[in-house]
């Protein structure tokens, strides 16, 4: 099979560095996800992966964000079988494989920039449980073509996209999905101010020459509106997973500590106070 040459810069780029770490994590024996398909989507492209410079703890943190955003899927598709999920800047990624292929009833969209699409659908088939949207996610044209039924239950994962964006953007976002899907849930990574400098220094992202967004504190969030509400949030090192050997460590030093994190809001036009 001949294999597809990849023409992406800037933030597209980066799709391959979590398709990178999900494709090698997926052949080892002890693996905490298996992806057969990353496999398989890494073998068919055209790309020098081993530029991408991860060390195996950058790659392993990578890993667990991933194990964590499917077990945040996996909860709300228990609860909510028939619920949307839109997975906003999906890059390659197959989550629908991974957790939802074998429930029969959820609407599953997966949206990225008409570039990333277009090279999706020329590796993946779009299925009619399994949709993809070329657009930006500021262009909120994509939400007519989601918001059918905005009685489901919807959830909204972008997993290593925020960072990219300015704040004003991420407000914007935020603000029109909770305007536009009251109740709706919203899982995302986000890093302390400190961590967002630091991963920046990470060869792929340095070369993007942009600051990565960080905030404080994720309540921070809560004043953007009054709908909006943290659920939860998760921490690398709240159960420091043993293949992190000495990098557990680093759960020591306060700056790094809680420096990252997956976190989960609800979102609603109506205020929680
Ligand atoms: C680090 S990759 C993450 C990809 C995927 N979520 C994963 O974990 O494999 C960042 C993704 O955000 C996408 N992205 C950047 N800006 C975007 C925008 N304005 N709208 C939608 N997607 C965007 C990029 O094209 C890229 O696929």
Redesign the pocket.
Known sequence: MTRIHIDLSG??E??L???YC?AVESQRPDALIKDERAVALMNRIDYDFSGIGFSAADMLFTVMR?REFDRRTQAFLAAHPDGTVV???????TRFDRVAERNGTVAWYD???PE?IALRRQLLAETPRCRFIG????DFAWMDLVGGDTKRPFLFL????FP??GEAEVKQVVLALQERFPGAELVFDAMTPFMAWLNGLHPPIRKLHTNLWGIKRSQGLEAWSPGVRLLDEWFYFDRPEPRLGRTRLLRFVPLLNKGSSIVHYRLDPRSFQ
């Open positions: 933030v597209p980066t799709l560095i979590p398709l999900r991933v997975s906003i800047g999906c890059g390659l990624d949206l990225d920039l990333v657009c930006s996610v500021l972008a997993e290593g996209v990219y964006f």
